[in-house]
């Protein structure tokens, strides 16, 4: 059933689309505010199947690698993995990673390019199995075509990563290849660059590999045993050092009786 949200759009739910830029100049803010809680956010299986855990593993940790790096830095750039993706009029789509830069990085259920004010800046896509053509192929062109400044590739079974950039200026929206050097891809919009270490996919920035979450975490833990054991030998030092003042004190406090058991024979032999 078409759902209607003003006198100018209806939702399809079989093929659900944003408004065309002129529709959408068209509506009023509460029009607008009621597309975008209608589009789905919800992302169904053709758009993106499941490959397994070799896939989730690259994909989520990418995500989470870029997300936790950026935050440390403090640099406001968006990161997400599998989120529908609604351009003016366009077939929705659900990348496996995306960054936009310079808009606030809170939780989101859709990304609506009118909404938002402005469309993805990167698009990393994993490839285990299934069509490949899409990724390698059909991405390149509908990617380029959207304005997407960057696309990567990463084919995790061949390894095999490549990368993708619109010229300067824009006029062309057809990608030219991003020329590796030494091995790693430069991201323009990251700031990183991106090099396959086996059949893993790695973030450098300059020449140090960006951590990766159990990286991170492992790192985390050897520095809470290391301040656990500096703790015990601070301990351990302290309870000494408690030792040595009782015994101390207990030597003063037989020195005191002896020297008030002497002051009293003294007395008496006096």
Do not use: C
Request: no cysteine.
């Amino acid at each position: 059933m078409v759902q209607r949200l003003s006198s100018r759009y209806f939702v399809d739910p079989e093929d659900p689309r944003a408004p065309s830029e002129e529709q959408w100049a068209q509506m009023s803010a509460e029009e607008r505010a009621a597309v975008v809680a209608a589009l789905p956010a919800e992302v169904p299986f053709e758009l993106a199947p499941s490959e397994g855990d070799l896939h989730t593993k690259a994909t989520i940790g990418a995500r989470l690698t870029l997300d936790a790096f950026f935050r440390r830095i403090g640099r406001k750039i968006y990161v997400s993995s599998n989120l529908a993706v609604y351009y003016p009029g366009e077939a929705r789509f659900a990348p496996d990673v995306i960054a936009v830069r310079e808009v606030e990085p809170h939780d989101r259920s859709r990304w609506v390019v009118a909404a938002e004010g402005k469309g993805l800046d990167f698009v990393l896509e994993v490839h285990v199995s299934g069509d490949r053509a899409k990724d390698e192929k059909r991405n390149v062109e509908r990617y380029a075509r959207l304005g997407i400044e960057e696309y990567f590739f990463f084919d995790r079974g061949r390894r095999i990563l490549r990368g993708y950039r619109l010229p300067e200026g824009g006029a062309r929206r057809v990608y030219e290849p991003i020329v590796p050097q030494e091995g790693s891809y430069p991201s323009a919009v990251l700031g990183l660059d991106l090099m396959l270490e086996g059949d893993r996919l790695r973030f450098l920035y300059g020449a140090a590999p960006v951590p990766e979450a159990d990286e991170l975490i492992a790192k985390l833990e050897s520095a809470l045993r290391e301040a656990l054991a500096a703790k015990d030998e601070e301990l351990g030092r302290v309870d000494d050092e408690l030792r040595r003042a009782q015994e101390r004190a207990e030597e003063l406090e037989r020195a005191l009786a002896e020297a008030l058991a002497e002051n009293e024979r003294l007395k008496r032999g006096s």
